[in-house]
């Protein structure tokens, strides 16, 4: 008799046991289903943006928005991303182009797996009239592969003026200026925000190159009265 309530409290344990274990998995479960249906409810602009979140908490990623691609076939990416030789189907790549760095992140170990410097050309937007833009973009010719052009067309360009957008192209700034017989602005014309790919801003003005605006106060020395 005490063999068989011993039995039955045996199966009873057992049977809680495997309730908690059966809890435990439908939980694990739903959670992960829910994060899914969150994730496909996700615009990719947002995927990305909780992507970068979460990479930011183990590694300082460049502070602008990059171009996320997702690793689906390994030994293709590898071919076109040789050093990269350790890339898995799953990885997410990182290009950031200001910043000249691709970031490869693996999610499922939560690190960054590798990082790469990138050679890219620098993007130069030219704003104006479409006429002195493509005048501007004929003399910008002369730097080759070296930089990208992008057109804006904007009315109501005044001056012509060479602005570095972040500041961190000084000597390509200074290049691109010197060529078109531009100065180097301060700031950009009110109301114009550049591209987000865009590093240098070449405000082209139809009425000429100079940044400087025309005085409109008299100079006393040339324009006194001559005397009898």
Same mark, same amino acid.
């Given at each position: 008799?005490?063999?068989?309530?011993?039995?039955?409290?045996?199966?009873?344990?057992?049977?809680?046991?495997?309730?908690?274990?059966?809890?435990?998995?439908? %939980?694990?479960?739903?959670?992960?289903?829910? &994060?899914?249906?969150?994730?496909?409810?996700? %615009?990719?602009?947002?995927?990305?943006?909780?992507?970068?979140?979460?990479?930011?908490?183990?590694?300082?990623?460049?502070?602008?928005?990059?171009?996320?691609?997702?690793?689906?076939?390994? &030994?293709?990416?590898?071919?076109?991303?040789?050093?990269?030789?350790?890339?898995?189907?799953? &990885?997410?790549?990182?290009?950031?182009?200001?910043?000249?760095?691709?970031?490869?992140?693996?999610?499922?170990?939560?690190?960054?797996?590798?990082?790469?410097?990138?050679?890219?050309?620098?993007?130069?937007?030219?704003?104006?009239?479409?006429?002195?833009? %493509?005048?501007?973009?004929?003399?910008?010719?002369?730097?080759?592969?070296?930089i990208t052009v992008v057109k804006t067309k904007t009315d109501g360009i005044t001056q012509s003026f060479v602005f570095d957008v972040d500041q961190d192209q000084k000597e390509e700034t200074d290049s691109v200026a010197k060529q078109l017989s531009y100065e180097v602005g301060t700031t950009l014309p009110a109301g114009f925000t550049p591209g987000a790919q865009t590093e240098i801003v070449v405000a082209v003005s139809s009425a000429g190159s100079s940044t400087q605006p025309?005085?409109?106060?008299?100079?006393?020395?040339?324009?006194?009265?001559?005397?009898?």
């Open positions: 008799m005490a063999r068989v309530r011993t039995t039955k409290r045996v199966l009873m344990i057992l049977n809680i046991v495997a309730l908690i274990g059966l809890t435990a998995s439908t %939980t694990v479960l739903f959670l992960k289903n829910k &994060d899914l249906n969150e994730q496909v409810g996700l %615009t990719s602009e947002e995927q990305n943006k909780r992507l970068v979140a979460e990479i930011n908490e183990v590694y300082d990623l460049p502070d602008e928005e990059p171009v996320v691609a997702k690793v689906t076939d390994a &030994d293709e990416f590898k071919k076109q991303y040789a050093v990269f030789d350790n890339a898995q189907v799953g &990885d997410y790549l990182l290009f950031f182009r200001k910043a000249r760095l691709n970031v490869l992140y693996r999610q499922s170990d939560k690190k960054v797996v590798k990082t790469a410097d990138v050679v890219v050309p620098i993007t130069v937007e030219l704003i104006g009239s479409e006429a002195a833009m %493509t005048a501007a973009e004929e003399a910008l010719k002369e730097f080759g592969n070296q025309v005085s409109s106060t008299p100079d006393p020395a040339t324009t006194a009265e001559q005397q009898p």
